[in-house]
């Protein structure tokens, strides 16, 4: 550690765990620190996180900087919500550490290119904690302890209002700069550049949020976006995250018959007319079948609906399945909702029979023998 400025490096709890220096010359490497033991491991500490925990809890949100010095003048300058990894990237273990203090995080790296990839990987990190993610950035080729020092608290805050933007705004800005949008083609390497990222958010109606976003910001349909997501995540290895998130999402929410209905006809728009519209109760999924059946695009339906319905539409696209035999499925989608139909006037019949029996109400035949007949009925449908 010699010739180098040292930096006692604390745990959750203020206890000193180990040491960083950085070099007072032109040595490598730049930065120094304790080499890892049992009670100290880069990987699960963060520079200043002691010192920033009551500001965290008052403010709910903390700013993620690249080094020391940047957080040692932040805080100096009040700015105490600051932390910094300890020279590596940000982890899965930091991204849970700052959910257990915090909900939202401002990465706050530099504006050059090393700076941006910085961004990206934590942001594909933390979106694994389900925690809200803003990025920003300084003026090129200034630090945050200069910005400071020359310009101060205030233009700093004012600053980071300004810049602070959405991870989705990030990656969408990010994708342009490297592609631009002025042909087919790079639009294409835009939004492939951008999915990875959506496929991780687990949220559903964040993510539909995002896909929205991305298809406006970069001119392309949104059902084109949701197909090429769909696509990403069925391609995906069978171990990688994005496969494994995107399973949970789709079977962590069973859709009743209707919902199935319209996936089906959405995946077969031949079977519509086999279909009576009768069947349909809720509004929402008579709402669809009508649009689908005047032909009406699923862009343009998707603008039509209320934002609520638009996030269920979308999950409903996002949700792809395949049907060998599409005529039988949706013959036994219709024959659960008649059986569900008859299953509830039983119910309610039997409610009267009980009551009859009881004396509570006068004896009638006619509802009797229609309570035994839907009984027979369902149990010969298999109920």
């Given at each position: 550690?010699?010739?180098?400025?040292?930096?006692?490096?604390?745990?959750?709890?203020?206890?000193?765990?180990?040491?960083?220096?950085?070099?007072?010359?032109?040595?490598?490497?730049?930065?120094?620190?304790?080499?890892?033991?049992?009670?100290?491991?880069?990987?699960?500490?963060?520079?200043?996180?002691?010192?920033?925990?009551?500001?965290?809890?008052?403010?709910?949100?903390?700013?993620?900087?690249?080094?020391?010095?940047?957080v040692?003048?932040?805080?100096?300058?009040?700015?105490?919500?600051?932390?910094?990894?300890?020279?590596?990237?940000?982890?899965?273990?930091?991204?849970?550490?700052?959910?257990?203090?915090?909900?939202?995080?401002?990465?706050?790296?530099?504006?050059d290119?090393?700076g941006?990839?910085?961004?990206?990987?934590?942001?594909e990190t933390?979106?694994?904690?389900?925690?809200?993610?803003?990025?920003?950035?300084?003026?090129?080729?200034?630090?945050?302890?200069?910005?400071?020092?020359?310009?101060?608290?205030?233009?700093?805050?004012?600053?980071?209002?300004?810049?602070?933007?959405?991870?989705?705004?990030?990656?969408?800005?990010?994708?342009?700069?490297?592609?631009g949008?002025?042909?087919?083609?790079?639009?294409?390497?835009?939004?492939?550049?951008?999915?990875?990222?959506?496929?991780?958010?687990?949220?559903?109606?964040?993510?539909?949020?995002?896909?929205?976003?991305?298809?406006?910001?970069?001119?392309?349909?949104?059902?084109?976006?949701?197909?090429?997501?769909?696509?990403?995540?069925?391609?995906?290895?069978?171990?990688?995250?994005?496969?494994?998130?995107?399973?949970?999402?789709?079977?962590?929410?069973?859709?009743?018959?209707?919902?199935?209905?319209?996936?089906?006809?959405?995946?077969?728009?031949?079977?519509?007319?086999?279909?009576?519209?009768?069947?349909?109760?809720?509004?929402?999924?008579?709402?669809?079948?009508n649009?689908?059946?005047?032909?009406?695009?699923?862009?343009?339906?998707?603008?039509?609906?209320?934002?609520?319905?638009?996030?269920?539409?979308?999950?409903?696209?996002?949700e792809?399945?395949?049907?060998?035999?599409?005529?039988?499925?949706?013959?036994?989608?219709?024959?659960?909702?008649?059986?569900?139909?008859?299953?509830?006037?039983?119910?309610?019949?039997?409610?009267?029979?009980?009551?009859?029996?009881?004396?509570?109400?006068?004896?009638?035949?006619?509802?009797?023998?229609?309570?035994?007949?839907?009984?027979?009925?369902?149990?010969?449908?298999?109920?």
């Amino acid at each position: 550690m010699s010739d180098r400025v040292v930096f006692p490096i604390f745990d959750s709890q203020g206890r000193v765990i180990a040491f960083g220096g950085r070099t007072l010359k032109d040595d490598d490497p730049k930065y120094l620190n304790t080499p890892e033991t049992s009670v100290y491991s880069k990987s699960q500490q963060l520079y200043g996180l002691f010192q920033a925990l009551p500001a965290l809890r008052k403010t709910n949100e903390v700013i993620v900087l690249e080094g020391y010095i940047d957080v040692i003048v932040s805080h100096q300058f009040g700015l105490s919500t600051s932390v910094a990894t300890l020279g590596t990237s940000l982890t899965a273990q930091h991204s849970h550490i700052l959910k257990r203090y915090c909900e939202n995080v401002i990465l706050l790296f530099d504006s050059d290119k090393a700076g941006n990839e910085a961004t990206k990987r934590a942001i594909e990190t933390l979106l694994d904690s389900e925690i809200s993610i803003k990025t920003a950035s300084l003026p090129a080729g200034i630090d945050l302890d200069e910005y400071l020092l020359k310009e101060g608290k205030e233009s700093f805050s004012n600053l980071l209002e300004k810049e602070k933007k959405s991870f989705i705004d990030f990656m969408i800005k990010d994708a342009i700069d490297k592609f631009g949008v002025q042909t087919v083609e790079s639009k294409v390497k835009a939004v492939n550049d951008i999915l990875p990222f959506v496929a991780k958010i687990k949220n559903l109606i964040l993510r539909s949020e995002a896909i929205k976003h991305v298809s406006e910001k970069i001119n392309v349909r949104e059902d084109a976006v949701i197909s090429e997501l769909r696509r990403l995540v069925k391609k995906a290895p069978l171990k990688s995250e994005f496969q494994e998130s995107g399973a949970q999402q789709k079977h962590t929410r069973l859709r009743n018959a209707e919902e199935e209905i319209m996936q089906l006809i959405l995946a077969h728009p031949e079977c519509i007319s086999d279909l009576d519209q009768e069947l349909l109760k809720e509004e929402r999924t008579k709402k669809i079948f009508n649009f689908l059946k005047d032909g009406v695009s699923v862009p343009e339906i998707i603008e039509e609906l209320e934002e609520q319905d638009r996030v269920w539409f979308r999950e409903i696209l996002l949700e792809e399945k395949e049907y060998t035999f599409p005529d039988q499925t949706l013959s036994n989608l219709t024959k659960d909702i008649r059986n569900k139909e008859l299953e509830n006037t039983r119910q309610e019949l039997e409610k009267e029979i009980i009551m009859m029996r009881n004396g509570t109400i006068p004896y009638d035949n006619k509802k009797f023998e229609l309570f035994k007949e839907l009984t027979i009925q369902l149990k010969g449908s298999g109920k």
